[in-house]
């Protein structure tokens, strides 16, 4: 019993340090971290944005989690990261990806390079956009194996992904912008 006892006092002082740790850390980097988002409500969609990784020290979106919902193979996509200011005193900035290959079998899901927002970036945003900018990730563009692709628009004045509209376009029609 008294075995069991010195390890629960150890696990609790650990758990209580991390806290401690977590809750000292400086306020900016739990705003920037807090203020990443994903877009999940894109019209239409024919993929799921399931998460993301940051790299740190490097993007903010350095991967996202898609999976596909369609039921056809996904061969390309594009995401963009909208920074808006939510009392929309000043105009958003859309920063797109370059077009990732991939092959995402329907109902699967892949880590698929986005590569978006440097974190050094991110504070020139803050001044010119908000101090407190909404930042989401979302899918821009999607083609499948057969050519057929699915493009998403926003308005202009959008501070998420939720007012824009996406359609499916015939092959010949839209083709992506690769970089």
Partial sequence: MRKFAVVMLGLLTTCFTALVVASSAPTDTVQTLDALGLAFNQ???????????????????????????????????????????PSHRQTTKLLRS???????????????????????QLEDLKQSVSRNPKVTLGVMAVEWAD???????????????????????PAADQPLNRR
Avoid: M
Wanted: aromatic share 8%.
């Fill in 98 to 120: 370059s077009v990732a290959d991939v092959t995402l079998l329907p109902g699967k899901t892949q880590d698929v390079p986005v590569r978006l927002l440097p974190a050094s």
């Fill in 147 to 169: 050519g057929t692709k699915w493009v998403f628009r926003l308005p202009d004045d959008a501070i998420d992904f939720s007012t824009g509209s996406g359609l499916t376009v």
């Fill in 43 to 85: 019209d239409g969609a024919p993929v799921a944005l399931r998460g993301y990784l940051a790299s740190q020290g490097s993007f903010l979106y350095e991967t996202a989690k898609v999976e596909n919902l369609s039921a056809k193979p996904i061969s390309a996509l594009s995401f963009a990261v909208l920074v808006a200011d």
